[in-house]
């Protein structure tokens, strides 16, 4: 099996705890090397975000249950990156 590197998750979560501290905790899970946290929508109940994360071997169902124990629910993965190394997305003729 190939590793993942990268994965963007669309999260809805409560406003506490804060994007910051959400983030933190994400960015704690044992598989996950670095992670970023951006608000994408807010309304009176929850935020919806985008949280990317990178690590050697990230292991999706550790995140997934730290999302949950933080009161988010993943809504969709975004984005995924594999292999030995990870490669940027670029535009193409189809982007428009």
């Known amino acids: ?5 990268r994965l963007v998750i669309d999260v809805l979560k409560p406003h506490e705890p804060s994007l910051l501290a ?14 970023t946290g951006s608000l994408i929508e ?4 929850v935020q919806n975000v985008k949280i990317t994360v990178e690590g050697t071997d990230l292991d999706f169902d550790d995140l997934e249950s730290t ?3 933080l009161g988010g629910t993943v809504h ?3 984005e995924v ?3 030995e190394r990870l490669v940027e997305e670029r535009p193409t003729h189809q982007d428009g």
């Open 81 to 83: 990156g594999c292999g």
């Open 22 to 35: 959400f983030t933190e905790q994400v960015a704690a899970v044992d598989s996950v090397e670095g992670a």
């Open 1 to 5: 099996m190939v590793a993942v590197r």
């Open 76 to 78: 969709s993965v975004d």
């Open 67 to 69: 999302v949950e124990e």
């Open 42 to 45: 807010l309304d009176q109940e």
